[in-house]
């Protein structure tokens, strides 16, 4: 479909990926409202990086978290632009259980809530509250930011992969749910350098994920704010999950 003139919710739209995602929608001229929980400072500089590029911006607070500040941030968002026609479901968080030794017990009923809380059920209620916008809209578009940890074993012995691996079957649910009116897709990234959830890994740790890839690389941040984009842009495609990650499920 036609983006310029789009308007966008963009969670996590403060960080590496997100910023990424935004300003790639905003250079396809799509109004970017930039989602974030935390960091004013970010938000706003990547705010005056859409505006810089011709379109509309505009930082939203959005706990992904908490279903009533989800529907008072994708009210605002729709509000802010008149409506709403593409959700980017990119927030997500990730964080080892203290005292992580690589036992069930070590991983509490708490801490699974709050991983599964915020990148399982967020992505899902934030789905449920623009749905009314997206339909309204006559080129409604959701992309869901997932993981390749979802597609093979790369990465499965982290509790965070089973959240990030469930958007897959997510997508593939609101994708039947919500059409014909609005096409669901999901991205699903491998280890990307320079984002929030990677930034406490070793080179050491970012080595065995290009040993892993049989084109020896990490992903691109750019490579998937691209691969968002054409998501957002495509007339008939959806329940699919585009996986970037250079090939790490293919080595032989």
Aim: charged residues 20%.
């Amino acid at each position: 479909m036609e983006l310029s003139g789009a308007r966008a919710l963009v969670t996590g739209g403060s960080g590496g990926l997100g910023s990424a995602i935004c300003r790639a929608l905003a250079t396809a001229g799509v109004h970017v409202a930039v989602g974030y929980h935390s960091g004013d400072d970010r938000a706003r500089e990547v705010t005056n990086a859409v505006k810089a590029l011709g379109v509309e911006g505009q930082a939203i607070a959005i706990d992904i978290t908490d279903p009533k500040d989800i529907e008072f941030g994708v009210e605002a968002a729709a509000r802010h632009f008149g409506g709403l026609d593409i959700l980017v479901n990119n927030a997500a968080t990730t964080r080892r259980p203290e005292g992580d030794d690589g036992t069930l017990s070590a991983i509490t009923a708490d801490y699974w809530d709050a991983m599964s809380s915020a990148n399982l059920r967020g992505p899902f209620l934030m789905a449920r509250a623009a749905e009314p916008y997206l339909r309204a809209s006559d080129r409604g578009r959701i992309v869901n930011i997932g993981s390749t940890i979802g597609q093979g074993s790369h990465g499965a012995a982290l509790p965070f992969s089973v959240t990030k691996a469930s958007i897959a079957p997510l997508t593939r649910f609101l994708a039947v749910r919500l059409a014909p009116d609005i096409l669901v897709n999901c991205v699903a990234p491998g280890l990307m350098l320079g984002t929030g959830l990677t930034q406490h890994a070793t080179e050491e740790f970012a080595d065995t994920w290009r040993a892993a890839a049989i084109t020896g690389k990490t992903t691109s941040i750019e490579d998937v704010a691209r691969q968002v984009v054409g998501c957002c842009a495509t007339t008939t495609m959806t329940g699919q999950v585009i996986t970037i990650d250079g090939g790490i499920h293919l080595t032989p």
